[in-house]
């Protein structure tokens, strides 16, 4: 112990060592990124300027893309970056920012769609409540909370994990700099606290999840009483993006986070880590605005009225 090197960067997985590759794996997560930037931009653009759009839940749509826009914003631009310049290399406080980020990120996204389950399950299951359980001060409060968990969880598990040693060599088998991957290169016992906080930090996810899950259990019997089948279709199509969404983004962090990472191959881990951490922030958008009209007919009425006065100027200019 006493000749070991204090570790001062990290090396992180490529995709492939073949220019070739580099360049389309530069290309697809350019795309994917664009998608995911283009979409949650929208959805933002659009709440914020159509007023018929200020309600508890496209306020809470509004912060899920903030959130949506950071988490994406974390890995894709370095690992685009890497493969243009043919170096895997990150500094040791480049993968505490990400580690930090990441976590954030994560834990904020979660909660907050929790805070939407229960958002939904208030507006169908207790409609004469809904106004004064969901306010505008109680909406405030709970995404600040939202945000604020997240920012308390990041810097537990933040100031945790580098608070161990490395000596296991700085080769982190992952595109970004994920927690069980550095905790590989651990060689001190302090990494099983690390570890034990993971796992409470899964039960606590999991816990959420069932809430949701139970959330919509009630609302999916609310809306199976109701007689009018205009107003049970348009119950589920509010629910069931969020249901998709969660799923998508619980069952792929806990996979990542709770596999064995010394028995799975390094592509099987590059995988996962795309879906989790790719994948939701660039389908939420695609998932939301396909499947509500409100949010279609605002980007519609607004980039409408752009084009349309756009036209009325150059008329005028030509005359």
């Not at 159509?50 to 959130?67: A, E, G």
């Not at 606590?204 to 899950?213: E, H, K, T």
Request: aromatic fraction near 12%; charge should be positive.
């Amino acid at each position: 112990m006493s000749n070991q090197t204090a570790v001062t960067e990290f090396l992180l997985l490529g995709f492939s060592d073949i220019q070739e590759l580099q360049i389309l794996h530069f290309l697809v997560f350019l795309l994917l990124y664009l998608i995911s930037l283009l979409g949650n931009l929208l959805i933002i653009t659009a709440i914020a300027l159509d007023l018929h759009l200020h309600t508890p839940m496209y306020f809470f749509l509004m912060n899920l893309s903030i959130l949506d826009l950071g988490s994406i914003s974390v890995t894709i631009p370095k690992s685009m970056a890497s493969s243009l310049t043919n170096t895997r290399l990150i500094s040791y406080s480049g993968c505490v920012a990400q580690v930090f980020l990441i976590f954030f990120f994560a834990s904020a996204d979660f909660a907050l769609l929790t805070i939407m389950a229960y958002d939904r399950y208030v507006a169908i299951c207790q409609p004469l409540h809904y106004e004064t359980v969901m306010n505008r001060t109680a909406c405030v409060q709970m995404a600040a909370s939202a945000w604020i968990t997240g920012i308390l969880y990041s810097a537990l598990h933040t100031g945790i994990t580098f608070e161990i040693s490395f000596c296991g060599g700085n080769v982190v088998d992952q595109f970004f700099c994920e927690i069980p991957q550095l905790l590989n290169l651990a060689c001190s016992d302090l990494y099983l606290v690390e570890v034990g906080f993971l796992i409470f930090s899964s039960f606590l996810g999991l816990s959420c999840f069932l809430f949701i899950i139970v959330s919509y259990v009630q609302i999916f019997k609310a809306v199976l009483r109701i007689p009018s089948k205009k107003c049970g279709h348009k119950a589920f199509s509010t629910c069931l993006p969020h249901f998709t969404v969660v799923s998508l983004f619980f069952s792929t962090a806990v996979f990542a986070y709770l596999k064995p990472t010394s028995s799975s191959t390094s592509g099987l881990n590059l995988i996962v880590a795309v879906l989790y951490s790719v994948l939701p922030p660039m389908m939420n958008p695609i998932i939301y605005s396909m499947r509500n009209k409100e949010i279609k007919g605002a980007l519609s009425k607004k980039i409408g009225w752009r084009l349309f006065t756009k036209n009325k100027m150059s008329i005028c200019l030509l005359r």
